[in-house]
């Protein structure tokens, strides 16, 4: 669960969040029982002994407590982080998934013959709980648990629009898995669990229940596509703008979310998504000035929240390529090394998205000089050499530093992306399990751009700093040794940046 972020920040974000989660599913659960009500047969089955109007009547019930399994199982698996949820929790929300299945289905009672019973009843709960086990399935195999953020925000409705498509071809095939598997599971129990009558009935029956199944996949598909949508969206961590608070201390609420809330959650998601949209665009630029105030706290607080992830991502590819060994069982043990350090590649993204926009923005936007002042350019531009290096090592490219004649783009050697030492290139990857390859190269062109974004708005002064034999006094932190590689390597490499040599 998230932490409570500071007094009067929009704590309960999450929470309303959820809330609006439960609201849509409603709308859907009571939509599809008017549907229900309105087209299903008024057929009197003595054998249930009940009156067809109740029979009916019972659907907006189960479907209500179907609606909030459902929620549940969004509710303990959905993450942002691409860490799998533990076991018991994927197992809890595999059951409320097949039980709000069996509700579903067996909601539809009116479906079945006359004669028939409640077995048959148990029948098509039955098969609602084979749609269930299916849905999770696809649920978890294909990591659809995952919150992914859009690159570019868009509309609720818009966004809501854009996967209604998606959604009925996905609940086609569920259905369409679900009714073959169910159709021969179901031979598996007793005969009075099977719908009866003539082969025509039968027919009638069959197809009722896929157009069943159907419907309540595709309520389904839509809810979870609700859920993408409505947890990847902004959320403003600031005070109203009439406010006594958002004069004097405008920065607190994200700031302090940024430091007390729990580690790879929700709520630190988006407490960096926000701070990414306010140093990118100009939609709060009251509030990206307040980043520059007088004492240059605010700026050192904020450059430090997102150097930390940065360097512990440096830090675990650092340790996985230490002592590389191509013994299997300790390649294994690598691998997976860098599998978690690539699995916080959306902050570490948007860090470096933040930090080098503030630094060149802080250029003309920075009255007080606190970005300079401070040394955070420095460490901005130390972290994000130290990250490059790292991540090219890692598909790759050279490290040691290369003589002068030999720079540029036309001396690069890469590696294949596979396992392989030559000489000092280490390459430790794999283009074929968890999507690691794609991943390194795109964090490569995020730390580059971000990079460049930096040179370009100091060119001048790297370039009189490099005539001057300064660059490293001015745009290397002093004191410390970096995190990969060594100060000779982000001095070359910063050299090439600044004559648009790298690559």
């Known amino acids: 669960m998230d932490r409570a972020p500071p007094r009067g920040a929009p704590r309960d974000a999450v929470g309303q969040r959820w809330l609006a989660v439960f609201a849509f599913q409603a709308v859907l659960s009571a939509a599809a029982s008017v549907i229900h009500l309105a087209t299903s047969p008024r057929r009197r089955h003595a054998s249930l002994g009940v009156p067809p109007a109740l029979l009916l009547a019972l659907h907006p019930f189960l479907s209500c407590a179907a609606t909030g399994l459902l929620a549940l199982a969004f509710l303990i698996s959905a993450s942002p982080h691409p860490r799998p949820p533990p076991v018991p929790l994927r197992a809890l929300a595999a059951f ?36 269930g086990a299916v849905f999770a399935a696809h649920y978890f195999g294909r990591g659809r648990w995952l919150l992914q953020f859009p690159v570019v925000q868009r509309p609720l409705f818009y966004g809501l629009k854009m996967g209604l498509l998606p959604s009925m071809k996905r609940a086609l095939k569920v259905s369409l898995q679900t009714f073959c598997l169910s159709f021969v599971l179901i031979f598996i129990l007793p005969r009075q669990f099977r719908t009866g009558g003539s082969i025509g009935s039968q027919i009638i029956t069959q197809i009722g229940i896929f157009m069943v199944t159907t419907g309540v996949s595709f309520c389904w598909e839509i809810s979870h596509h609700f ?64 980043f520059f105030e007088e004492s240059g ?119 294949n992306f596979s396992t392989a030492r030559k000489g000092n290139v280490t390459a430790i990857a794999s283009t074929q399990r968890g999507g690691l390859h794609t991943k390194a190269y795109l964090m490569a062109d995020v730390f580059r751009t971000s990079i460049y974004q930096i040179v370009s708005a100091f060119l001048d002064d790297m370039r009189a700093n490099a005539k001057s034999s300064s660059l490293e006094k001015n745009w290397i932190s002093e004191g410390r040794k970096p995190i990969f590689g060594s100060p000779a390597v982000l001095v070359q490499k910063l050299s090439l940046f600044t004559e648009y040599h790298a690559v």
């Open 297 to 415: 706290e605010t700026y050192k607080r904020i450059v430090t929240a997102c150097l930390k992830p940065l360097e512990d991502f440096t830090s675990k590819i650092a340790e996985a390529l230490e002592g590389f060994s191509s013994d299997k069982p300790e390649l294994l043990s690598q691998q997976s090394k860098l599998y978690g350090a690539f699995s916080d590649a959306q902050i570490c993204s948007w860090c470096a998205r933040t930090l080098a926009t503030l630094t060149a923005r802080s250029r003309r936007e920075d009255r007080y000089g606190v970005a300079q002042l401070t040394g955070c350019n420095a460490a901005v531009m130390s972290t994000l050499l130290s990250a490059l290096v790292a991540v090219e090592a890692c598909i790759g490219k050279k490290t040691n530093p290369q003589p002068v004649h030999s720079l540029g783009p036309a001396s690069i050697r890469w590696g």
């Open 227 to 290: 859920v993408q949508v409505v947890h990847t969206r902004r959320c403003s961590f600031t005070p109203p703008q009439s406010t006594a608070a958002a004069e004097t201390n405008p920065t607190d609420y994200i700031l302090e979310t940024l430091e007390l809330s729990d580690p790879r959650s929700l709520m630190q998601y988006l407490a960096f998504q926000d701070l990414c949209a306010v140093s990118e665009c100009n939609i709060e630029p009251w509030r990206r000035g307040a």
């Open 96 to 131: 409320l998934l097949a039980a709000a299945g069996a509700l579903c289905v067996a909601a539809a009672a009116s479906l079945v013959p006359e004669d028939a019973g409640w077995a048959a009843v148990s029948g098509l709960g039955f098969r609602g709980a084979v749609l």
